[in-house]
């Protein structure tokens, strides 16, 4: 309930730090899980003190236990350990500060580590995090390098010497973070965040060396996976060497086995590029030759045809065609001719042999009455009538007398 304060009747500090307390130890008592970040045990001390982070998020609680609780478990628990507390929380009025009374440690086993991960791995599955089909593709020659790892670490001089190896012209930004320890997610997470937000980079590597499962463990973590999910920049994940395999490895868009792996993999190698490039002129140089080569062998087989290698020919072929059929043109017309000036003149003759006037010649006469009518029969005529004969040469009057 809320308290009836005001500034004319304020309540003592005392009694707030008594009222808090009051609602805390009503809270009960909790299991954490965190991990170790800070671990203090002064000699002859009854008490040890812990103080307990969140990978996940930056948040830390202080944890005091008894030695008679602690020393079970000292030989396992160190600085950077997960461990499962199973405490109560306690309001220390006198300072205002809060805290966690541990009343049992247990160390999180390697087994237990791997088993939770494997239900992280599902869980992410599901979500479709880890599809194929998500996957960016990597830059054939990126700009900029954003290069996440640790401060002059092995992976740092692998990553660059063998990537400034393979192309001479790359540049860097190198985000320097903590790889392990209770840190190392919430740097590499903003890390990856800033390079994904940079104009100029193309392409993320998280690199680390190898190392234990547990030093590890902070590239399996969820904020860190999801991160990289949603991140615009292909990222490629190059953590410890090939057997070990973080969730970064099935979210990032590209799995290098190595650091150095990871070099090869973003950038090209300018002596294979070179010798490629030489290859490929030469392909295209043999192929534009024997192109060439071909159209000239083809022009060589069509002008070597009679048609191109001697154009007259033709027509002079069809000349002496032409004349040869025009001669015979000539034969064929001429003969038809004699002959039909053969059958003409027989004809004439014929007529001519057949025309009155043929017959008049012979000796022979026409008579004709006054009216032009032709005298055929004696009866025709009569005596004294005037006709006109009309012979071969002409013609000339007669008169018909009486009949002997």
Not at 137 to 164: I, K
Not at 345 to 368: F, I, M, N
Request: charged share 25%; glycine share 8%.
């Amino acid at each position: 309930m809320a308290l009836d304060t005001s500034p004319d009747a304020p309540i003592p500090v005392g009694k707030v730090s008594s009222l808090i307390g009051g609602w805390i130890d009503r809270l009960g008592a909790v299991w954490v899980e965190g991990q170790i970040t800070q671990l203090s045990r002064r000699p002859g001390a009854g008490v040890v003190f812990l103080t307990l982070r969140d990978p996940s998020a930056d948040v830390s609680m202080t944890v005091t236990c008894f030695r008679a609780v602690f020393d079970p478990v000292a030989d396992v628990v160190t600085e950077g350990a997960r461990v499962v507390v199973h405490a109560k929380p306690e309001w220390y009025g006198a300072r205002g500060t809060l805290s966690l009374r541990a009343a049992e440690i247990r160390p999180v086993g390697l087994g237990e580590l791997l088993a939770r991960l494997e239900q992280l791995k599902r869980r992410l599955a599901g979500e479709g995090l880890f599809a194929a089909d998500r996957k960016k593709p990597l830059p054939f020659l990126p700009r900029c390098v954003g290069l996440v790892t640790g401060r002059a670490s092995a992976a740092e001089r692998d990553v660059l010497h063998n990537a400034r190896h393979r192309w001479p012209a790359v540049r860097f930004e190198v985000r320097n973070v903590a790889v392990q320890g209770a840190t190392a997610v919430a740097q590499v997470v903003a890390a990856v965040r800033e390079l994904d937000e940079h104009p100029e980079v193309d392409v993320i590597v998280v690199a680390r060396g190898g190392g234990s499962v547990e030093d590890l463990l902070p590239f399996s973590d969820e904020q860190l996976v999801r991160t990289v999910a949603a991140a615009r920049t292909p990222v490629v994940s190059a953590i410890g060497h090939e057997p070990d395999q973080p969730l970064l490895d099935f979210v990032a868009d590209l799995r290098a086995s190595t650091p150095t792996d990871a070099a090869k993999r973003v950038v090209p190698d300018v002596g294979e590029e070179s010798a490629r490039i030489a290859q490929l002129r030469d392909r295209a140089r043999h192929a534009v030759r024997g192109r060439i080569e071909r159209e000239q062998a083809g022009l060589a087989a069509v002008l070597s045809r009679p048609v191109l290698a001697a154009p007259l020919r033709m027509v002079s072929d069809r000349t002496a065609e032409v004349a040869a059929l025009l001669e015979r043109s000539r034969r064929s017309v001429g003969h038809q001719l004699d002959r039909a000036s053969s059958d003409l003149e027989h004809t004439l003759a014929r007529v001519v042999a057949l025309s009155p006037a043929a017959t008049l010649r012979r000796g022979y006469a026409v008579l004709q009455r006054a009216d032009g009518a032709v005298v055929r029969a004696p009866d025709e005529v009569a005596t004294g009538d005037t006709l006109r004969a009309r012979v071969a040469e002409g013609g000339f009057t007669v008169t018909v007398a009486e009949p002997d």
